[in-house]
């Protein structure tokens, strides 16, 4: 398995209280992403990076935010956390985006539950 | 912007059998990925296509990128309790560096 690792592994929190999940990285990759799995949905793109300090937005982006200040570590931040967010959230890194034929690395998965 | 469908969305087979998932993308690919997730695990890279037509395999499994790079498939021979996950397409999101766009998955049952 690739280099990375993401904590905390489980969360449970309250709502309106603000939370921050960490994904660190040892394999140099350029692109991390943050998803989040829910049944029936399968994987949605919240956040991604494609380099220090240079992230956009996915597809269900709202009520998160990123921030990556180095190479091997990328942020998930819930500012005030609603039921709606409990979720299993993902990092996932790759060398380059999806159009260059590059695979993506999953880490093991954050189990998030906002009462 | 890009969606891919994936059908069917459960599966359940005897040990055995084979099994199919098909994904369909609203428009034209560049390349398409296969990831495998087990339960309770997280998303494994299987295998990328990248030409029309293209046809790979890995021992029990073939996948296949149609002509158009618009749909492609996954099939595996003499299902085995070892197969038992969750099956994902994913294909670029736009053309150039773009993160994936995944399909909602296909999950599989094998019932021994």
């Known amino acids: 398995d690739a280099g990375i690792t993401q904590s905390p592994r489980h969360k449970v929190t309250e709502t309106g209280t603000p939370v921050t999940l960490r994904c660190h990285q040892t394999?140099?990759?350029?692109?991390m992403y943050w998803y989040r799995q829910d049944p029936g949905h399968g994987l949605r793109l919240i956040h991604y990076s494609y380099g220090v300090k240079d992230t956009d937005k996915g597809e269900v982006s709202d009520g998160y935010s990123v921030s990556r200040s180095k190479t091997e570590d990328f942020l998930l931040t819930l500012e005030s956390a609603t039921s709606s967010q409990t979720s299993v959230y993902f990092c996932a890194i790759s060398e380059s985006g999806g159009g260059s034929y590059n695979e993506q690395f999953f880490g093991p998965g954050t189990r998030l539950t906002v009462l | 912007g890009q969606q891919v469908m994936q059908i069917p969305q459960y599966q359940h087979v005897q040990e055995g059998e084979d099994f199919t998932t098909y994904c369909n993308s609203s428009?034209?690919?560049?390349?398409i990925q296969w990831y495998k997730q087990r339960p309770g695990g997280h998303p494994v890279f299987l295998i990328q296509l990248v030409k029309s037509g293209e046809v790979k395999k890995q021992k029990r499994l073939t996948f296949q990128f149609g002509e158009a790079k618009k749909n492609s498939s996954l099939h595996i021979t003499a299902t085995q309790t070892t197969d038992v996950g969750t099956y994902f397409c994913a294909g670029p999101r736009y053309s150039g560096n773009t993160p994936l766009v995944f399909g909602k998955g296909t999950r599989l049952s094998v019932i021994a």
């Open positions: 428009t034209t690919l560049s390349n």
């Open positions: 394999e140099n990759h350029r692109y």
